[in-house]
């Protein structure tokens, strides 16, 4: 069964941290993320394929929708777990609230059938939940590097 779990977050910027990361570079570690951003402080931004940063302007009434590492090793690399961050822009309080829809707690993680044939090989080994956490936590590892960790040499 998928986990999923929401986190507020309320960030107190002050004077000092302005131009400095409220939450770091990272991918989300789950399958699929609903960020209902803060409706007037920007700050988040989304790593683009040239590795630049593209602003998230807030806007009002709408929902963010990402994908994390576990949808890129189900997809077999045909979906992309985006790397992102927060900057910390104005001193002010940023308020974000995020519904994370996690991998399976119980099961193996791998490619779906469907995502892998000759054109296609599998990517990544086989994983489970806690290995996965155990890596990214012991070793900080929050941009996807776990993944590359468990790519499989073809
Ligand atoms: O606060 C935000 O806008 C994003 C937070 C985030 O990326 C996360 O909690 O994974
Ligand atoms: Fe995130």
Redesign the pocket.
Known sequence: MLEQYM?I?K?SFNPQQVGSL??PT?T?NGFL?I?Q??EYVG??GMMNENGEFVPVDPSPGTFLVNLGDIAKAWSNGRLCNVM?R?LCKEATI?I?I?SFLLGPKDEVVEAAQEFVDSEHPRLYAPFNHDDYWKERLSKNLRAGEVLELLRVNI
Do not use: F, K, M, P
Request: proline share 0%.
């Open positions: 986190n977050i960030y409220g939450v990272h989300d993320t960020l951003d803060d700050g988040l992102h927060v940023r974000s995020a």
